[in-house]
């Protein structure tokens, strides 16, 4: 199955991922990326963001603390990815939360071409312009239970030629013509922070790693994430949230097409 | 006993909690309001704090690491949170320690109403306005014996009309009328960065789901975080300070109301 | 054999470390320099930059994550340690890898007079002035086997007259009379984000300890991270990057100078 293969680019090609992201979980992304074998660096200034997108090979944008500094070199970041031909990867994190977050939403999508964008049901529903009931950064619980994910994915991929992945309890991945489906993953993923963010930045190390295939590249992402959930859930899970997290990233630092092979919960819509 | 009963208050709430704090300790306070059962949201942007701070159950301002832009957004959010009536929690780290510190905790007190001011000895003693030995962000040893502390939060939360917390090795938490003693805790909490501001995490969470008692919310998150460090320093404190943090926020996700009711060492002053 | 003993002077002394750091490792930062038994500040605003540096016994300026204010900070901070006489330690994290970056150092290196550098070979051979293949944050591969890291460190040392330390399989500290060589250390600490940037953080609890001893305090810090390391790797380092992690927080925690004195692979050069 190559899908499962593209792990194994990652961890051959080690890309560069040039993150402009919130200083919350911005570790855990630091680590996930170098944990499934690429390299991590993190550049927000105005006066460099330019520069460092211009040797990576993606780039993750990520508005989880948005400021007005941040968000003008996510433009300079994303605008210079395009031009070199690199990925460039949008978390749009608390969509729907405040105008501010609209806005600039809105004006990166306008001004940057994405490859994946990945977020949450309700983020997802904002940016394709529907009513969503967003809660801060997390799924509304009326978004969660919505049985047309996978339409929303698919129309808001057309539209904006690029790849939709929507994470959830069951994760929906599409291109616009092909959208699979992944039933990996554990509840438990939602008491942490960071692991949408890090869903984020695992997709940029597999689109740095396999640029001309962005839909395989986010669906292997999001796979190695749910798949990782549930070896730390199995491993560490029952003692808490702490135990989680660290057996989480040994996870992520152990997986290989093999494992997600076995366990891949994978299918076409 | 009703007090400990609200930590499943705020399971069954999951208040939205603002945070405007530092980016030293984001991470873990982000992720105790997640192990507490709340949601966290940082936001510190001028353009989104009243918006983020409107959606919000309660608001944390943690000065950490203050600048100019985010001291603005931290009145912003908290003068929002005042109108709306949702509960603002202070944190008034390193209090003291520089002329920068000391006027933007004066400004921030004279400008928001605080349901809850949590800090060390000598953070609080700056605060009263008495001489304080604060060692930058950690309290002056000379300040620690104090015996004075349950004075200082009496009168103090009389006269800004909040709650005082003082944490160390014996917390006090006044709301001017009642003060409580809390003999709970560990000295290896201090090996680690972040426990204060977790415990003012943990009372954002408390107050933001039973909001018109801040004072026994306070006195639970306190007792909260003091009790967690007991367990996780059982479990894990002899293999050092990473397997400690682990076993924090395990015991943290794992709290309930019967494990805080048989190990609570409170009383009354 | 007395530098394995200045790792008890940290234990005594407690030194205040103040940092201006990046916000993506600034929490192992922060727990590397209590672990080893000092006590960390960050503290990036320009206007208590000079406070705190003046209250503190060492200052770290890290360029991790950059922008015109804390660049700004990290010039007013390390002018005020000079001026006070406390020692500044430099992390030129990613310099050759931006323009943005590159000026930044030279400007810090032309305006401070620091105490120690702390670089991967390929960040170190930039300030040297010499052609670098840094990857990002990383070091470039044909800098790693460059056998001239001893030559670079003693000569740039007696140019800037401060200790150089050039991290990586085989560290080289050089106050460009003496020169170490330590063989400590694991491939693994390279899969973790920041054991670079904690390197420099006990750097900076090292000399804030022992500030007229630098060369011998740099070398006990960097013994010290590579023995946490094997430790860490021994015990956990199986298991994945997020146990590794929390061992290495615990072995740095329990460190002590016969410890550091049994494992050690230290040899003059």
Tied chains: 1, 2, 3.
Excluded at 16 to 25: A, F, K, Q, R, S
Excluded at 137 to 148: F, W
Aim: glycine share 10%; proline share 3%; with cysteine.
């Amino acid at each position: 199955m190559k899908i499962f293969n593209l792990i194994e680019k990652v961890r051959a090609k080690k890309p560069l991922v040039h993150h402009i992201t919130n200083y919350v979980t911005v570790n855990d992304c630091a680590n996930v990326t170098l944990g499934i074998g690429a390299s991590p660096i993190m550049a927000d200034a105005n006066e460099e963001a330019a520069d460092i997108a211009g040797i990576s090979q993606a780039v993750v944008l990520n508005m989880g603390t948005l400021n007005p500094r941040t968000a003008r070199s996510m433009l300079i970041a994303g605008k210079a990815a395009n031009l070199a031909g690199a990925p460039v990867v949008f978390d749009p994190v608390g969509a729907g939360a405040s105008a501010y977050r609209n806005e600039t939403a809105a004006a990166l999508i306008s001004e940057v071409k994405f490859a994946v964008i990945r977020g949450n049901i309700s983020e997802i529903k904002y940016i394709a312009g529907l009513k969503s009931e967003t809660k801060g950064v997390d799924a509304g619980e009326g978004d969660i239970d919505s049985a047309d994910g996978q339409n929303i994915a698919k129309s808001l991929a057309k539209r904006l030629d690029c790849v939709i992945a929507i994470t959830g309890a069951t994760d929906i991945v599409s291109d616009g013509e092909k959208t699979a489906l992944i039933k990996n993953g554990h509840s438990m993923l939602a008491n942490l922070t960071g692991t949408g963010c890090m869903c984020t930045s695992l997709v940029g190390a597999f689109v740095g790693a396999s640029p001309r295939a962005p839909f395989e590249a986010a669906v292997c992402a999001v796979l190695s994430m749910g798949i990782a959930g549930e070896i730390a859930y199995e491993k560490a899970g029952e003692l808490g949230n702490g135990s989680f997290r660290a057996a989480l990233h040994d996870a992520i630092s152990k997986l290989d097409a093999a494992t997600l092979e076995k366990k891949a919960k994978l299918s076409e819509a």
